[in-house]
């Protein structure tokens, strides 16, 4: 069965270097203490100051800043690299 059960999903964790913006006018809000149960390595969690969810579209400047800056913490501190 490709399926096991839900459980098995529940505790499956993303564990790469993960980065989220939260926009003010998204449709569904994800807690962080929700995201960071399912995502072990959050590098950014910023709460933006304006956009919903459509931000590419309607914030581009804002959402490509903050890529950038998580995109440059991760090169910098070298994130991706498996933990020994």
């Known amino acids: ?8 999903f529940t505790r499956l964790t993303v564990q790469v270097p993960t980065g989220i913006a939260s926009f003010p006018n998204e449709i569904l809000h994800t807690p962080q203490a929700w995201a960071q149960k399912k995502y072990t390595n959050i590098v950014s969690f910023h709460f933006m100051s304006r956009g919903g969810h459509f931000a590419a579209l ?9 890529i950038l800056q998580f995109v440059g ?4 501190e070298q994130l991706w690299r498996k933990k020994e």
């Open 73 to 76: 913490k991760v090169e910098k």
């Open 1 to 8: 069965m490709l399926v096991k059960s839900k459980s098995y």
């Open 58 to 66: 309607e914030e581009p400047e804002l959402l490509a800043e903050d």
